[in-house]
């Protein structure tokens, strides 16, 4: 009977443990992988240089992020998510009917998308259509008329101008945030400069000249490093990191930097986001602090470390204006969520 | 081979034939065994190479004027060559040092400060992307003694960080035991107890083989099918937090006890059954029997099967991406309640960093998950060893 009694006293002790962590004095956060290595260094500053505990972060992708964060308004869902895009309606939706209801949007910055190839090959400029054509799997016909499969092999079959090199491209794969952005702002958008696509932009080849890599950016890196015909997509900070490899690309006579990135003129940038759960901010211990830390200009400001580590700063008015959004924890509406912003619409 | 004498009467013309064939068999098994080996050395050179230089770190020497001013802006105080040259991790951190030993206020200490990532980078003479002067100043400060490198505790005493120089494995290491801990017991007293049950006891009838043939069936398949179970029972329906110990720990003995269970049952099938029944002829209750003469045999095969379940679990990282473990936590847990990573989720995570710094660190993670992984298994050889009985 001694066995009997001891496991359940130890039982019951164990669950009296699970409940009682309740109010939390760590912050929970989730989401993009984009966005990971930035909050996790200010999560990082802020545990060393508050006192307080180091919130965890898990990168759990935008969309992975986004659905945990609305699950539920408990404390035992996350206190903020981390988007390499802006809030969908459908996810607005969601947070609104799990009881989501007060929702504060920060956006903290810009990240590039930057084609690259190896440091060995000549320099190489390509226009949105140019990369639609070698990466979609149906493209207009040469009279334009009717859509075939994408017959082009090598670049200088789309233009003579370009490189006799096979088009081979290494991107992410479907389930990443990188992929979204690309298909949006390159594929989606060309697709519209060719009106027999009906402006609907479908599929991406899968003959073998699109290889899906891996969520990993360092081994797509690699990759062009061993092997120079290839070319690869990937978040512009792995294009910063590895000059010494592989240079960029310029899309559209824009090559990617973090000047033309941050002044809108690079093509393929997007904005990177972080929303917070304000009713959370009663019972979790320094939420506001964090929220305030990660909009201060030492962090995102155009002098401040995350640059160094490859975010691209907002021009300093929209600094201004995104800081003072969430000191006021401006709460999100479906107006705001419909303009794919996070600042109060006028 | 000496030379046959065909004249022999005991000669046979097909030998030579056969002889040949053997020994072509013994080549074609002893180059897939070369194969492997080969791949296996690569791997560990590679390894070695990426991995040993993390084991040292540089450091350098610098005077600081401890006041109130240069606490408040820790970064201000230095040259900007030098503010390229030591770690912001470090600068960080000076005013909790200084607020630890407030006799230092107004006095001008000497520190050995942590070099920044990119400085230790060309120390040891690899790619970096310092300036030129910054160059300059580094080969200077190698010239009167003023930089140096050190035995890298940082990558065993602190956890991960987001600044290169100052991220270390401690937090995946404390995280990891503090998994196994609860994985192991979970995991070994259940499916030894299982086992016992289902070899000792249980009836042998239908009901009985289709468990067996189920709990084989589960010692093969995906080991992230148990993540989702884990994360449906353990995270939404009990409520144990995500990311922790915990969680981590319960999945991994889902993970583990159908192994844990078939090596056991292995174990005991091996005691001679002449046992048992001279148990039963002395007039022994089955228990007795069990407990006594069965067991003690047995143990030695079924620590070894617990002791290798409990390594693969050690070295998993799918399953622990559903419960939440693949997460940035650079404090160690302190109980199996808080937020925990395991040593391969630290690895995964600083594989897929852009500074080179991190690959440097990987690959020395993967050293010390090897080593340990190394030391488990002769343990479970070393048990083998000593205490099989053969009949």
Request: one cysteine or more; charged letters at 20%.
């Amino acid at each position: 009977m001694k066995f009997w009694k001891k496991a359940v006293v130890s039982t019951i002790v164990a669950a009296a443990v699970v409940t009682a962590a309740q109010a939390r004095d760590q912050i929970r956060i989730v989401g993009s992988s984009t966005v990971y290595p930035f909050a996790s260094y200010v999560a990082e500053e802020f545990g060393v240089t508050t006192g307080n505990k180091t919130p965890v972060i898990e990168s759990t992708g935008s969309g992975g992020g986004m659905k945990i964060f609305c699950s539920g308004n408990g404390l035992d869902t996350p206190d903020f998510t981390n988007a390499s895009r802006p809030m969908k309606p459908s996810e607005f939706a969601d947070c609104q009917k799990n009881g989501v209801k007060n929702i504060t949007g920060m956006v903290v910055g810009y990240d590039g998308i930057s084609i690259a190839q190896s440091n060995e090959n000549k320099e190489m400029k390509l226009t949105k259509e140019q990369i639609f054509l070698a990466l979609a799997e149906e493209v207009p016909s040469k009279d334009g008329k009717s859509l075939i499969k994408n017959p082009y092999k090598k670049w200088s079959d789309i233009d003579p101008s370009l490189p006799n090199r096979e088009i081979r491209m290494i991107g992410a794969p479907t389930t990443s945030g990188t992929r979204d952005a690309f298909d949006e702002m390159v594929m989606e958008k060309a697709s519209k400069s060719f009106p027999v696509y009906g402006g609907e932009y479908k599929k991406v080849r899968t003959d073998g000249a699109y290889i899906p890599g891996g969520e990993n950016d360092n081994l797509i890196v690699q990759q062009l490093a061993q092997d120079k015909s290839a070319m690869g997509y990937f978040g512009y900070s792995f294009l910063e990191e590895n000059h010494n490899k592989i240079s960029g690309v310029s899309i559209d006579g824009v090559m990617p930097t973090a000047d033309t990135i941050a002044d809108g003129s690079y093509p393929v940038a997007r904005s990177l986001f972080v929303y917070m759960k304000n009713d959370h901010i009663k019972d979790v211990k320094g939420m506001k602090e964090f929220a305030n830390l990660f909009m201060s200009e030492s962090m995102i400001g155009s002098k401040g470390v995350l640059k160094t580590i490859g975010l691209i700063p907002l021009p300093e008015k929209m600094r201004k204006k995104a800081r003072e959004s969430v000191k006021n924890l401006t709460p999100l509406t479906k107006e705001m969520v419909d303009k794919h912003t996070v600042l109060p619409v006028k | 081979m000496s030379k046959i004498d065909k004249n022999n009467g005991f000669y046979i013309p097909q030998l030579e034939k056969r002889r040949a064939k053997a020994k072509r068999f013994k080549y074609i098994a002893m180059s897939a065994l070369i194969v492997s080996l080969a791949f296996l050395m690569f791997f560990l050179y590679d390894m070695f190479r990426q991995g040993i230089p993390a084991f040292k770190q540089t450091y350098v020497k610098i005077q600081v004027e401890i006041t109130e001013e240069n606490l408040e802006n820790p970064y201000g105080f230095l040259d900007r060559d030098m503010i390229s040259i030591v770690s912001r991790a470090w600068l960080r951190d000076l005013p909790n040092q200084a607020a630890a030993n407030p006799e230092w206020l107004g006095t001008t200490q000497e520190f050995w400060a942590l070099a920044g990532a990119e400085s230790d980078q060309y120390m040891k003479g690899g790619e970096n992307r310092l300036k030129d002067r910054v160059k300059d100043r580094i080969d200077e400060l190698k010239e009167s003694g003023d930089i140096r490198f050190q035995t890298n505790l940082i990558f065993f005493f602190t956890g991960d960080s987001k600044i290169p120089e100052n991220a270390g494995f401690y937090s995946a290491i404390i995280g990891s035991i503090l998994t196994m801990l609860v994985t192991m017991s979970l995991a070994v007293p259940i499916g030894i107890m299982t086992a016992i049950y289902l070899e000792e006891f249980a009836p042998d009838n239908k009901l009985t083989q289709f468990i067996e043939v189920n709990i084989n069936n589960l010692a093969a398949i995906p080991s992230i099918l148990f993540g989702l179970l884990g994360l449906a029972i353990f995270i939404n329906f009990f409520g144990v937090p995500r990311s922790s110990a915990l969680v981590g720990g319960m999945t991994l003995a889902l993970m583990s006890l159908p192994i844990i269970i078939v090596s056991s049952k292995a174990a005991l099938k091996s005691v001679p059954n002449t046992i048992r029944q001279a148990g039963f002829g002395l007039g022994l209750t089955r228990w007795q029997i069990v407990r006594d003469h069965v067991l003690p045999p047995a143990m030695p095969g079924m620590l070894t099967g617990s002791i290798i379940a409990l390594a693969q679990a050690m070295g998993e990282t799918a399953p622990l991406i559903i419960v939440g473990m693949i997460a940035f936590v650079p404090d160690a847990a302190t109980n199996i309640l808080s937020a925990a990573t395991v040593m391969p989720a630290q690895i995964y995570t600083w594989s897929g960093m852009p500074e080179k710094a991190y690959i440097e660190k990987t690959a020395a993670g993967i050293l010390v998950l090897l080593s340990v992984l190394i030391t488990l298994n002769a343990v479970a050889i070393y048990l083998r060893k000593k205490y099989t009985k053969t009949w």
